[in-house]
């Protein structure tokens, strides 16, 4: 490869996500004028937000080289303790017990998925597969199967509100993304993460702890679906237990379309929040265009399989 072919590579490789999506804006901005409204646009942002928050803790499990199945449920779990909090005390102090309440069980159900894989070796799919069933059941069980109606306005604000015109839930995920990149650019702990993920056998071999740090990149995924989960119940304005299947593949598809490879040790944040407006722009076109929601996620299932394959390539052409 000579140097012009070099310098080519090298400005995809760092530009070529900004540039699909450009494309894609002005794509479906052709086909749909409704597409560049401020409404559209704003709306866009607050859709995006709950998949961005758990990415975000999927591309934490991701880098390790494992993966979390089970966030769709977590999520639904989070609505259903929030709900349950707030129908008893639905003021603005009860609003942040809801809101902890919620984070904190999620966060010790992601716990524990964490140790069934870093401590007892229970493989990986097998462990998240079953927290996802176990963490449904869970919603469906402490709910009775109905939805909690959130009446609280305070709480409200979270999913529905806007500081001037910007949507609160987009601020929510702002601040979320700008926390964990710092965790993981500018810690010791994401250098640990990427060594895990490049090489475990390396990374034990220098020290590292590696099932606490699988524990607790669970951990952190568990956390952030329940924030998500607080988010979502409180824009449909209820605490359902039947909400959010589906939800972990969007948030795969914004890590893997975002760069992070799904065999671990490579990828960035920054990717991944290009990842999950890609996937948002998609949805978003998709439904002005009056595309069937079952194409939805046919679509998103090809863009998930193509992005691996070629993640995949990539990785073997490298060795």
Same mark, same amino acid.
């Not at 650019?185 to 090489?199: D, S």
């Not at 237990?241 to 939800?247: D, E, K, Q, R, V």
């Given at each position: 490869?000579?140097?012009r072919?070099?310098?080519i590579v090298?400005?995809?490789?760092?530009?070529g996500?900004?540039?699909v999506?450009?494309i894609?804006c002005?794509?479906?901005?052709?086909?749909?004028p409704?597409?560049?409204?401020a409404t559209?646009?704003?709306?866009?942002f607050?859709q995006v937000s709950m998949?961005e928050i758990l =990415?975000v /803790?999927?591309t934490?499990?991701i880098?390790?080289?494992n993966?979390d199945?089970?966030?769709? +449920? *977590?999520v639904? @779990?989070?609505g259903v303790i929030a709900?349950?909090f707030?129908e008893?005390?639905?003021?603005?102090?009860?609003m942040?017990?809801a809101?902890?309440?919620?984070?904190i069980?999620c966060?010790?159900?992601?716990?524990i998925?964490?140790?069934?894989?870093a401590?007892f070796d229970?493989?990986l799919?097998i462990?998240?597969?079953?927290?996802?069933t176990?963490?449904?059941?869970?919603?469906?069980v402490?709910?009775?199967g109905?939805?909690?109606?959130l009446n609280s306005?305070s709480f409200?604000?979270l999913?529905?509100g806007?500081v001037?015109?910007f949507p609160?839930p987009a601020?929510?995920f702002i601040?979320?993304w700008?926390?964990?990149?710092?965790l993981?650019?500018?810690?010791?702990?994401?250098?640990?993460?990427? =060594?895990? /993920?490049?090489?475990?056998?390396a990374?034990e071999a220098?020290?590292?702890?590696?099932k606490? +740090? *699988?524990?607790s @990149?669970f951990?952190?995924s568990g956390a952030?679906?329940g924030?998500?989960?607080v988010?979502?119940?409180?824009?449909?304005?209820?605490?359902n237990?039947?909400?959010?299947?589906?939800?972990e593949?969007?948030?795969i598809a914004?890590c893997?379309?975002?760069?992070?490879?799904t065999?671990?040790g490579?990828?960035k944040?920054?990717?991944t929040?290009?990842g999950?407006?890609?996937?948002?722009l998609i949805?978003?076109s998709?439904?002005l265009?009056?595309v069937n929601?079952?194409?939805q996620?046919?679509?998103k299932g090809?863009i998930?399989?193509?992005?691996v394959i070629?993640?995949?390539?990539v990785?073997n052409?490298?060795?």
């Open positions: 490869m000579n140097y072919s070099q310098k090298i400005f995809f490789h760092k530009f996500l900004i540039i999506l450009a894609m002005i794509f479906v901005g052709v086909l749909s409704s597409f560049f409204t559209n646009v704003l709306n866009v607050r998949n =990415a /803790g999927m934490f499990v880098l390790t080289g993966i199945i089970s966030v769709g +449920s *977590l639904a @779990v989070a709900g349950s707030l008893k005390n639905p003021s603005i102090s009860g942040w017990i809101v902890l309440a919620a984070i069980v966060m010790f159900l992601g716990i998925s964490g140790i069934m894989v401590q229970v493989p799919m462990a998240t597969l079953s927290m996802m176990i963490a449904r059941g869970i919603a469906l402490y709910s009775d109905q939805p909690y109606i306005d409200a604000m999913g529905k806007s001037g015109f609160i601020l929510i601040f979320t700008l926390v964990f990149w710092i993981l650019n500018k810690t010791t702990y994401g250098r640990k993460i990427y =060594a895990i /993920g490049g090489n475990r056998k990374a220098s020290g590292i702890n590696c606490k +740090s *699988l524990v @990149v951990a952190i952030l679906a924030l998500s989960g988010v979502l119940a409180s824009r449909i304005g209820s605490g237990p039947s909400i959010a299947s589906g939800y593949m969007d948030a914004a893997v379309i975002g760069g992070t490879s065999l671990g490579s990828g944040l920054s990717g929040l290009i999950g407006l890609i996937i948002g949805s978003n998709l439904s265009l009056n929601s079952y194409w996620q046919i679509v090809l998930i399989a193509i992005a070629i993640d995949t390539g990785k052409r490298s060795k």
